[in-house]
């Protein structure tokens, strides 16, 4: 009997396997920064180093496998951050009880609905603005460390419920229904219209906020977005976050004992890229609305003392032949973007150029960078130094 039983296993683990797949991917990068200004022993010197794009540990190598059938798989990343290792951005499992259904449970970076405006300078340091000009820029993702769960119910129509969970296990990993569906889910739609484009909207819940006057406030973030592709060659994409109410954020300094303030605030951002032959060229544009002032605030004593947050960037990709390319990248942010403030040296400019040869498998490229106002990656003397840095990008995919 034990013997039937041991070769009926063997026979369904052997035809389950002739219906799946296992694949394995990689990428990676890193950035040399071959000259860069930092500061050192009270001033600014010249200094080498490695980074990342996000500035933490380099080089990044990964080993991303991934299983699947019809109605089941996993995914699971394995990061190599520098001299670490440890888990990347995906370890779930996914099952599917009906096709137009998935159930997700695990971290999970899917990207299923976000917007990016991703170009230029994001793809070496991400200096000064950089940072809040790229992934998510039009539309948030529905990623959740959790459980998430996928409705298609036709063509087109994408439906997702985002639900963050502590996954360390037994007491510790639970949370109360009403919170968790009331303060932590996100719920999105996206809808994608054949050769004209995609709308989008969600819905995130918040935890509870404070109020101007420290009372607690309920409150979500409702996103929109439409991505236009109806013209060849050409994408624009718009998008728009609106908190239903206005939550503030105090932050003491253990030092100074000075109190400085953020607050959620509608945002309108934009971004289009224009694609003649050879030439590629991007533009985006980001707003913050009754941005808080955290100068006017410390002075007035008054946590509604705001302003319009602008910021806009420009750039350009040209591709040569045998594989070489260039780019160029200028953007700018005012102080209330910036750094929630109208005090001097808060703004921030930031420019990049540089060029690329490619391979069938990576990338090598050397590039200058420069940014205003102590904005790189390296602390430098006096808050309104030039920071500049010398990148040499080194980056695989398979």
Same mark, same amino acid.
């Given at each position: 009997? @034990?013997?039937?039983?041991?070769?009926?296993?063997?026979? =369904?683990?052997?035809?389950?396997?002739?219906?799946?797949? #296992?694949?394995?991917? *990689? &990428?990676?990068?890193?950035? &040399?920064?071959?000259?860069?200004?930092?500061?050192?022993?009270?001033?600014?010197?010249?200094?080498?180093?490695?980074?990342?794009?996000?500035?933490?540990?380099?080089?990044?190598?990964?080993?991303?496998? %991934?299983?699947?059938?019809?109605?089941?798989?996993?995914?699971?990343?394995?990061?190599?951050?520098?001299?670490? #290792?440890?888990?990347?951005? +995906?370890?779930?499992?996914?099952?599917?009880?009906?096709?137009?259904?998935?159930? @997700?449970?695990? %971290?999970?970076?899917?990207?299923?609905?976000?917007?990016?405006?991703?170009?230029?300078?994001?793809?070496?340091?991400?200096?000064?603005?950089?940072?809040?000009?790229?992934?998510? /820029?039009? !539309?948030?993702?529905?990623?959740?460390?959790?459980?998430?769960?996928?409705?298609?119910?036709?063509?087109?129509?994408?439906?997702?419920?985002?639900?963050?969970?502590?996954?360390?296990?037994?007491?510790?990993?639970?949370?109360?229904?009403?919170?968790?569906?009331?303060?932590?889910?996100?719920? !999105? =739609?996206?809808?994608?219209?054949?050769?004209?484009?995609? =709308? @989008?909207?969600?819905?995130?819940?918040?935890?509870?906020?404070?109020?101007?006057?420290?009372?607690?406030?309920?409150?979500?973030? #409702?996103?929109?977005?439409?991505?236009?592709? $109806?013209?060849?060659?050409?994408?624009? *994409?718009?998008?728009?976050?609106?908190?239903?109410?206005?939550?503030?954020?105090?932050?003491?300094?253990?030092?100074?004992?000075?109190?400085?303030? *953020?607050?959620?605030?509608?945002?309108?951002?934009?971004?289009?890229?224009?694609?003649?032959?050879?030439?590629?060229? %991007?533009?985006?544009?980001?707003?913050?609305?009754?941005?808080?002032?955290?100068?006017?605030?410390?002075?007035? *004593?008054?946590?509604?003392?705001?302003? /319009?947050?602008?910021? /806009?960037?420009?750039?350009?990709?040209?591709?040569?032949?045998?594989?070489?390319?260039? /780019?160029?990248?200028?953007?700018?942010?005012?102080?209330?973007?910036?750094?929630?403030?109208?005090?001097?040296?808060?703004?921030?400019?930031?420019?990049? !150029?540089?060029?690329?040869?490619? !391979?069938?498998?990576?990338?090598?490229?050397?590039?200058?960078?420069?940014?205003?106002?102590?904005?790189?990656?390296?602390?430098?003397? +006096?808050?309104?130094?030039? =920071? &500049? $840095?010398?990148?040499?990008?080194?980056?695989? &995919?398979?």
């Amino acid at each position: 009997m @034990k013997k039937i039983i041991g070769i009926a296993a063997i026979t =369904a683990m052997l035809a389950s396997g002739a219906f799946a797949e #296992i694949t394995f991917s *990689s &990428w990676g990068r890193g950035l &040399w920064f071959a000259a860069a200004n930092a500061e050192k022993s009270g001033d600014n010197e010249t200094v080498t180093g490695v980074s990342q794009s996000w500035g933490g540990a380099g080089p990044r190598t990964a080993l991303c496998i %991934h299983g699947s059938t019809d109605n089941a798989g996993f995914n699971l990343d394995v990061f190599g951050n520098g001299d670490s #290792i440890s888990m990347g951005d +995906n370890a779930n499992i996914w099952v599917k009880p009906i096709q137009q259904i998935q159930l @997700k449970v695990g %971290h999970m970076d899917d990207n299923i609905t976000r917007g990016d405006a991703v170009w230029g300078l994001w793809n070496w340091a991400r200096f000064g603005v950089v940072g809040s000009m790229g992934e998510g /820029f039009i !539309f948030p993702d529905g990623d959740a460390q959790g459980a998430q769960i996928l409705v298609t119910p036709v063509e087109g129509l994408k439906i997702i419920a985002a639900i963050p969970l502590d996954m360390t296990g037994k007491e510790a990993a639970t949370t109360k229904v009403s919170d968790e569906y009331k303060h932590a889910a996100s719920y !999105f =739609a996206m809808y994608t219209i054949k050769d004209i484009g995609t =709308a @989008k909207a969600g819905v995130q819940c918040q935890a509870t906020g404070k109020d101007k006057n420290g009372d607690d406030v309920d409150f979500q973030i #409702i996103d929109a977005a439409f991505e236009l592709t $109806a013209v060849k060659n050409l994408s624009v *994409s718009v998008g728009a976050s609106i908190p239903t109410a206005t939550s503030y954020v105090s932050t003491t300094d253990t030092t100074t004992g000075v109190t400085t303030y *953020s607050k959620t605030v509608p945002a309108i951002n934009a971004y289009a890229a224009y694609t003649l032959n050879a030439l590629t060229l %991007h533009a985006a544009l980001g707003t913050k609305i009754n941005q808080a002032d955290n100068k006017k605030i410390l002075e007035d *004593s008054d946590v509604e003392k705001s302003g /319009f947050g602008i910021a /806009f960037g420009a750039g350009a990709d040209y591709a040569f032949e045998n594989s070489i390319g260039a /780019f160029v990248d200028v953007r700018y942010a005012n102080s209330l973007y910036e750094n929630a403030t109208t005090a001097d040296d808060s703004d921030n400019t930031t420019f990049g !150029f540089g060029v690329t040869k490619g !391979f069938s498998n990576g990338v090598i490229g050397v590039a200058f960078e420069g940014t205003t106002n102590n904005a790189g990656f390296y602390s430098l003397k +006096n808050a309104d130094d030039f =920071a &500049w $840095a010398i990148p040499v990008k080194v980056e695989y &995919w398979f």
